[in-house]
């Protein structure tokens, strides 16, 4: 799988918006999908988002379903997760995942094969 680097973090106010980039440098021939995960401090890494990268089938979480929208671009081998109305609880690391294969439905961190260095994004009050 190739190595994936995420970007588009920052700080934001809140009720701001943000689209975060994961671009995979290598060739992509055996992605199944690609995910986007969230790590806030002293917390598990959730699931917010994945896309199946054949048929571009997407599915949320349903905390995140009415803010984010995940999409890709298969020519530049690119998934983007854009974030709209951003809370202070939004406030994380965020990881871009790939899978090769439909293991654990998507919404499980076993589903993900690699992962990038993660993205920090910070919301303000």
């Known amino acids: 799988q190739a190595p994936l680097v995420e970007s588009g973090g920052g700080l934001v106010q809140a009720g701001a918006s943000l689209r975060l980039s994961c671009a995979a440098s290598g060739r992509t021939f055996n992605t199944y999908r690609m995910g986007w995960f969230r790590q806030a401090p002293g917390k598990e890494r959730e699931f917010v988002a994945a896309v199946k990268w054949r048929d571009d089938t997407t599915y949320y979480a349903d905390s995140w379903k009415d803010r984010v929208t995940i999409s890709r671009d298969n020519a530049k081998n690119t998934v983007y997760l854009q974030m709209n109305s951003l809370k202070p609880e939004d406030t994380g690391v965020y990881y871009c995942?790939?899978?090769?294969?439909?293991?654990?439905?998507?919404?499980?961190?076993?589903?993900?094969?690699?992962w990038g260095q993660g993205t920090q994004v910070t919301v303000s009050s």
């Open positions: 995942a790939a899978g090769s294969g439909p293991r654990y439905g998507g919404k499980s961190r076993a589903s993900y094969d690699t």
